[in-house]
C-alpha cells in the first residue's frame, strides 16, 4: 500500500516529459519553415543584380540615283562585300538620252553662229560694198570739178548765184562716200566684238548643257562609293525607280559601334575613355574588350525606374557608346554583347 503513492508522480512526469517534446519538436518545424520562407523570398524576390546588355550598329549608306528609270541590271547581291568604285547597278533612262540629243543640237546651232560672227560677212556682199563705195568716190569727184568750174566762172561773173548755189551740193556728196566707205569697211572687219562674245557664250551655254546631262548618264550605272557589305536591296530587276529611291544599303564595318542602355545609378567611375570587357554569345561567348566613346541622356521616355517612394526622384537612363578595340572577325549588326559582372 505504501508504493502507490510514488508510481503515480512518475507516469505523470513522462507524459509531461513527452508533450513538452512535442511542442518543442513543432515549435522548431515552424522556426525553419519560417527561415526556408525568408531565404526564398530573399532569394527569388531579392534585388538581383542586373545583367546589362548592348546591340551591335553599323553605319549604312544608301544608294539612290539622281535620274528616274528603269533597272536593268544587278550587277552585285545581298550579303557580298563590295569595294568603293565597283558599279553595282545600271539604270536606263531614255528621257536622259533625249535631253543629251537635244543639248548636242543646240550646241551645233551655236557654233554656226558663233563662226558667222567670227568670220564676218560673206565675200559678196564685201564686194558689193566696195562698188557702192567706189562709186560714191567717183560721184565725189565729179561734184568737185563741177563745184571748181562753177566757182571760177561766178568769180568772173559769167554764171549767175543761183546757179553758183546749186553747184554748192559738193558737202552732201562727200557725206555719201563717207557713208559707202563705212558701209565697207564694216563689211571687212565683221561682227562687232561685242556679237562676237554672245555668240560664244551659246556656245559655252550649249556646252555646259551637255555637261550637265553627261553628268545624268553616269548616274545610269551607280558606283560604290564605300568599302562595305551590301546589306539589303529594296527593288527588283526591270522595276522602275524615281528620283533619289533607295535601291540598295552598304554596311560600313569599319563603324563598328555597341549602344548599351544604363541606369544613371551605374554610371559611377564610368568615363569617355573607359574600357569594358564583354562577351558574344552568337560568337560562341567570345571575349571583347571596348572602349566608351559617348555617353548621353535618352530622354525621359527611357526612364528605367521609379524610387519616387523612397528617393524622390527617378532614376533616368543613359546611352553609352562603346567601340571594339580590336577588330572582332564575324562580329554583325544586330548581335548582342554582354558585359561581364561587377564593371557598372
Given at each position: 500500500m505504501s508504493t502507490q503513492p510514488t508510481q503515480q508522480p512518475t507516469q505523470n512526469e513522462a507524459a509531461n516529459a513527452s508533450s513538452k517534446k512535442s511542442i518543442i519538436f513543432g515549435v522548431?518545424?515552424?522556426?525553419?519553415?519560417?527561415v526556408l520562407l525568408a531565404l526564398s523570398g530573399f532569394i527569388f524576390f531579392g534585388e538581383k543584380e542586373d545583367i546589362i546588355t548592348?546591340?551591335?550598329?553599323?553605319?549604312?549608306?544608301?544608294?539612290?540615283?539622281?535620274?528616274?528609270?528603269?533597272?536593268?541590271?544587278?550587277?552585285?547581291?545581298?550579303?557580298?562585300?563590295?569595294h568603293r568604285g565597283d558599279t553595282l547597278v545600271r539604270?536606263?533612262?531614255?528621257?536622259?538620252?533625249?535631253?543629251?540629243?537635244?543639248?548636242?543640237?543646240a550646241?551645233?546651232?551655236?557654233?554656226?553662229?558663233?563662226q558667222k560672227a567670227q568670220a564676218g560677212?560673206?565675200?559678196?556682199?564685201?564686194?558689193?560694198?566696195y562698188e557702192l563705195w567706189q562709186k560714191a568716190k567717183a560721184g565725189l569727184e565729179?561734184?568737185?570739178?563741177?563745184?571748181?568750174?562753177?566757182e571760177r566762172l561766178y568769180k568772173e561773173g559769167i554764171l549767175p548765184a543761183q546757179k553758183y548755189d546749186e553747184a554748192a551740193q559738193l558737202n552732201a556728196m562727200r557725206a555719201t562716200e563717207?557713208?559707202?566707205?563705212?558701209?565697207?569697211?564694216m563689211a571687212m572687219n565683221g561682227a562687232q566684238r561685242e556679237d562676237k562674245w554672245a555668240a560664244q557664250a551659246l556656245v559655252d551655254r550649249a556646252s555646259g548643257a551637255i555637261s550637265e546631262v553627261d553628268a545624268y548618264l553616269k548616274e545610269g550605272a551607280l558606283i560604290a562609293p564605300i568599302d562595305g557589305i551590301i546589306s539589303e536591296?529594296?527593288?527588283?530587276?526591270g522595276e522602275l525607280v524615281g528620283t533619289g529611291a533607295p535601291i540598295m544599303s552598304i554596311s560600313d564595318y569599319r563603324a563598328v559601334r555597341v549602344l548599351f542602355a544604363v541606369r544613371e545609378d551605374k554610371l559611377a567611375g564610368l568615363r569617355q575613355g573607359s574600357k569594358l570587357h564583354g562577351t558574344i554569345p552568337a560568337l560562341g561567348g567570345k571575349k571583347v574588350e571596348l572602349t566608351v566613346s559617348k555617353m548621353k541622356d535618352m530622354g525621359s521616355y527611357a526612364t528605367w525606374k521609379a524610387t519616387k517612394p523612397r528617393d524622390q526622384h527617378d532614376l533616368r537612363t543613359f546611352e553609352v557608346t562603346a567601340q571594339p578595340t580590336q577588330p572582332v572577325e564575324g562580329l554583325l549588326a544586330g548581335m548582342t554583347i554582354v558585359l561581364d559582372k561587377g564593371q557598372l
Open positions: 522548431g518545424i515552424v522556426v525553419v519553415a519560417m548592348g546591340q551591335v550598329e553599323v553605319d549604312e549608306v544608301r544608294i539612290a540615283g539622281k535620274v528616274p528609270g528603269r533597272i536593268t541590271e544587278f550587277l552585285v547581291s545581298e550579303g557580298q562585300s563590295v539604270i536606263y533612262s531614255p528621257e536622259v538620252l533625249a535631253k543629251l540629243e537635244q543639248a548636242q543640237a550646241k551645233s546651232a551655236a557654233e554656226a553662229q558663233s560677212a560673206r565675200r559678196e556682199q564685201k564686194e558689193g560694198a565729179v561734184a568737185e570739178k563741177s563745184f571748181a568750174r562753177v563717207r557713208a559707202a566707205r563705212s558701209q565697207y569697211d536591296i529594296y527593288p527588283h530587276q
